[in-house]
T-cell receptor, first 112, second 114 residues
Framework: KAGVTQTPRYLIKTRGQQVTLSCSPI?????VSWYQQTPGQGLQFLFE???????NKGNFPGRFSGRQFSNSRSEMNVSTLELGDSALYLC???????????FGQGTRLTVV | GESVGLHLPTLSVQEGDNSIINCAYS??????FIWYKQESGKGPQFIID?????DKRQGQRVTVLLNKTVKHLSLQIAATQPGDSAVYFC?????????????FGGGTRLMVKP
C-alpha cells in the first residue's frame, strides 16, 4: 500500500526567508507531485517529479522549485517567502496512473 | 484542526440520509475524474474515480456519475454517517499519458447531523 511522510508538519518562517519541505514515499513510488492548498485558491498543482526529472509544472513563480532524489524522496523549496505563501503544502505519490495518487498529511507553512 | 476553506459551499444532511455532492468541470479533454475526501488535519483521501468512457461507477456506499454533455460530475453517498463529515473535492486529469497532474475543484463541506 502507498504511504508518504511529509516533514516538518508545521513551520513558521519570516517574510524574505527561504524554506525547504520534504516528502518521502514509503514504498519508493517514482512519481511525486506537490500541491499548495489555501482557503482562497483551493488546491493548486505546483509540479511533479518522476525518476528525478520534473515532468509537469504548474503556474507558480520561479521562487518555487523542487527536486527528486534517486530514492524517490522529493524536496520543494520556496525562496524569498511572501505572506501569501502561507498554506498547506501537500505531496502526492503514485506508482501508476493519476487516480492512484496517495496524499501525505501536508506541511503547514505560516509566513509572518 | 486545519481549515481547508473558509467559504466553501456546505451541504448539511441528517445521519442516514443520502448525500449528493456536485462538481462542474471545464476541460472536455479530461480522462480521469476522481473524488477525494479531506478531513481536518489530513491530506485528501481517494474515494472513487471514473474514466471518461463511463457514466457511472459504484463503490462501497458511494456512486459517481459523469455527464460529459454538461461537464458535470456527482458523488452520491448512501446512508450518510457522521464519519462522512469532511470536505469533498473533485479532481480531473487529462489523457495525455504525460504525468499525474490533478486539477481540483473548489470543494464542498459535508456536515452530517446525528
Amino acid at each position: 500500500k502507498a504511504g508518504v511522510t511529509q516533514t516538518p508538519r508545521y513551520l513558521i518562517k519570516t517574510r524574505g526567508q527561504q524554506v525547504t519541505l520534504s516528502c518521502s514515499p514509503i514504498s519508493g513510488h517514482r512519481s511525486v507531485s506537490w500541491y499548495q492548498q489555501t482557503p482562497g485558491q483551493g488546491l493548486q498543482f505546483l509540479f511533479e517529479y518522476f525518476s528525478e526529472t520534473q515532468r509537469n509544472k504548474g503556474n507558480f513563480p520561479g521562487r518555487f522549485s523542487g527536486r527528486q532524489f534517486s530514492n524517490s524522496r522529493s524536496e520543494m523549496n520556496v525562496s524569498t517567502l511572501e505572506l501569501g505563501d502561507s498554506a498547506l503544502y501537500l505531496c502526492a505519490v503514485t506508482s501508476g496512473g493519476p487516480s492512484e495518487a496517495f496524499f501525505g498529511q501536508g506541511t503547514r507553512l505560516t509566513v509572518v | 484542526g486545519e481549515s481547508v476553506g473558509l467559504h466553501l459551499p456546505t451541504l448539511s444532511v441528517q445521519e442516514g440520509d443520502n448525500s449528493i455532492i456536485n462538481c462542474a468541470y471545464s476541460n472536455s479533454a479530461s480522462d480521469y475524474f476522481i473524488w477525494y475526501k479531506q478531513e481536518s488535519g489530513k491530506g485528501p483521501q481517494f474515494i472513487i474515480d471514473i474514466r471518461s468512457n463511463m457514466d457511472k461507477r459504484q463503490g462501497q456506499r458511494v456512486t459517481v456519475l459523469l455527464n460529459k454533455t454538461v461537464k458535470h460530475l456527482s458523488l452520491q453517498i448512501a446512508a450518510t454517517q457522521p464519519g462522512d463529515s469532511a470536505v469533498y473535492f473533485c479532481a480531473e486529469t487529462p489523457n495525455n499519458n504525460a504525468g499525474n497532474m490533478l486539477t481540483f475543484g473548489g470543494g464542498t463541506r459535508l456536515m452530517v447531523k446525528p
